[in-house]
């Protein structure tokens, strides 16, 4: 069990410590399931979604990533073996919405999640529901901020990962 703080940097420390870790007490066959929490997206609040895809606020299934000068671009796809197992394990929990979805990761918690009531605000709501909807549709169920580090190191390393999260509304 292991906690990262908020956002792509902090995931993306905690998880190369970890795999480095992993290396050096010579584990095989490693899965990571990570918890935590998300906007809902046209879902019940306090549903799971299980994330079979990460995708960016661009609704692309990719993380870009500076190394040195260059950009570098990583896949985001989950194992969909493992997110299946996991939907099949949620079945043996009554009044409990589980489902398997993309999440859409951003780099911001206020603008770049479409909400209204930060300190700056350059959208407007119809905007904001216009950019929701094409998310909803691309198959997005919920929104946070540390997915795609997440299943383009786990895709990267060879190690199945997934990530479930709890969404509120």
């Known amino acids: 069990s292991q906690q990262h703080g908020m956002g792509i940097p902090s995931i993306s420390i905690m998880l190369h410590e970890l795999i480095k870790l992993l290396h050096h007490a010579k584990c095989r066959d490693v899965t990571i399931i990570r918890i935590g929490t998300s ?3 046209g879902i019940e609040a306090g549903s799971v979604v299980i994330t079979d895809t990460a995708l ?3 609704l692309r299934p990719r993380f870009e990533q500076v190394v040195l000068d260059d950009v570098v ?9 493992l997110a299946e197992e996991l939907l099949a394990c949620s079945k ?7 489902l ?7 780099y911001d ?3 770049g999640q479409g909400r209204l009531d930060g300190a700056l605000c350059s959208f407007s709501s119809e905007k904001k529901l216009e950019y929701l909807r094409r998310a909803y549709d691309a198959g997005v ?3 946070e901020m540390e997915s795609t580090a997440f299943a383009a190191l786990c895709r990267l390393c ?3 990962g997934e990530s479930s999260l709890s969404a509120s509304s």
């Open 141 to 143: 169920r919920n929104i």
């Open 39 to 41: 906007g809902g997206l």
């Open 73 to 81: 671009v990583r896949s985001t796809e989950l194992d969909r073996g």
């Open 56 to 58: 960016d606020s661009s």
């Open 109 to 111: 918690f206020y603008e």
């Open 158 to 160: 060879g190690l199945r």
């Open 100 to 106: 398997i979805g993309h999440t859409m990761c951003t």
């Open 92 to 98: 043996d929990i009554p009044d409990f919405p589980t």
